[in-house]
């Protein structure tokens, strides 16, 4: 029944950003040229999406557990370390220069878009040689 859940979730999300648009890498290229061509639909696509996960995090703390999980897996860090903003701003010049973040990337795909082809494997392999990377680094001390 969970993977059935996440499966009906991942779908729902992807259906989302194909009707929304996000699918598009012109469309989020075109949001962050606010000089040139601006498009503000993705701030309204964000705007949407923060009305539907709100009240999603406050039912999450009022619940004692999931419906499919023994427990939520919920960050108990709220530090910034070199890491996560290295990560971040690794993301957004990702996000900046191709016009995909994994999502959409992933959603994309099917449509076989030479941009898409080229975008996901190399994500891919990012991902992959981030985890590589990572086992070198010493971990945080436990807060």
Do not use: E, H, Y
Not at 7 to 30: D, E, H, R, T
């Amino acid at each position: 029944m969970r993977n059935l859940a996440g499966l009906a979730a991942g779908l729902i999300f992807g259906i989302g950003l194909v009707i929304s648009g996000m699918a598009n890498p012109a469309k989020v290229l075109n949001f962050l040229d606010i000089f040139g061509t601006w498009d503000p639909s993705l701030a309204f696509v964000m705007g949407g999406a923060i009305l539907v996960t709100a009240p999603g995090f406050w039912l999450v703390t009022r619940r004692r557990s999931p419906l499919f999980a023994d427990r939520f897996n919920l960050p108990t860090r709220s530090d910034l370390d070199r890491r996560l903003i290295a990560g971040a701003a690794t993301f957004g010049v990702g996000w900046g220069l191709g016009g995909f973040c994994p999502g959409p990337a992933f959603t994309a795909l099917p449509m076989a878009a030479a941009g898409t082809l080229i975008f996901v494997p190399f994500m891919l392999l990012g991902m992959w040689s981030a985890r590589r990377t990572a086992l070198w680094q010493p971990r945080p001390a436990a807060a």
